[in-house]
């Protein structure tokens, strides 16, 4: 008779696949150091994707604008805006920006006969978007003035 000194403790005909607390460890000290060097990359990714969105949607709204000032047949802006609902006469259109119909005397600026045709509200808080111009003006022949 044999005597059996090793004890299970699994079930028998099972085979135990463990690991151990050092391999855990070293996994997981590998995956650290691999994330440390990913995340700065990822978080320029997104910082350029947000800025990307930023400019496709400027841009669509010039397209608009344009669109509308053909359609209308009637001159339309558009303008950077930090309110909504006037021009700020600034450069800077990461505050937002409206399209108008400019109709009235004074051009390029919102007064009491414009409509406003579209509001954009500000991009995200991270963007900065600039230009040369405060504003953009369409005229009925589909060209910028």
């Known amino acids: 008779m044999?005597?059996?000194?090793?004890?299970h403790?699994?079930?028998?005909?099972?085979?135990?696949?463990c690991f151990?607390?050092?391999?855990?460890?070293?996994v997981l000290a590998i995956v650290a150091i691999a994330l440390s060097y990913a995340i700065p990359?990822?978080?320029?990714?997104?910082?350029n994707a947000h800025l990307n969105a930023a400019?496709?949607?400027?841009?669509?709204?010039?397209?608009?604008?344009r669109s509308e000032a053909i359609?209308?047949?009637i001159p339309v802006t558009i303008c950077a805006s930090a309110d909504q609902l006037t021009c700020s006469?600034?450069?800077?259109?990461?505050?937002?920006w409206i399209i108008f119909t400019d109709n009235s005397s004074v051009l390029g600026v919102k007064d009491g006969?414009?409509?406003?045709?579209?509001?954009?509200?500000?991009?995200n808080g991270r963007v900065s978007l600039t230009a040369d111009r405060s504003h953009a003006r369409n005229l009925p022949q589909g060209f910028m003035n």
Not at 41 to 47: D, P, W
Not at 56 to 65: E, G, V
Request: glycine share 4%; net charge neutral.
């Open 113 to 123: 006969i414009d409509q406003i045709i579209q509001v954009h509200q500000p991009p």
């Open 89 to 96: 006469g600034s450069n800077d259109w990461s505050r937002g």
């Open 41 to 47: 990359s990822f978080n320029e990714t997104l910082a």
């Open 55 to 65: 400019a496709d949607d400027l841009k669509t709204h010039l397209y608009t604008a």
């Open 2 to 7: 044999q005597l059996n000194t090793k004890k």
């Open 20 to 26: 151990t607390l050092l391999e855990l460890i070293v």
């Open 71 to 73: 359609k209308q047949n």
């Open 9 to 17: 403790l699994s079930v028998p005909g099972l085979l135990c696949r």
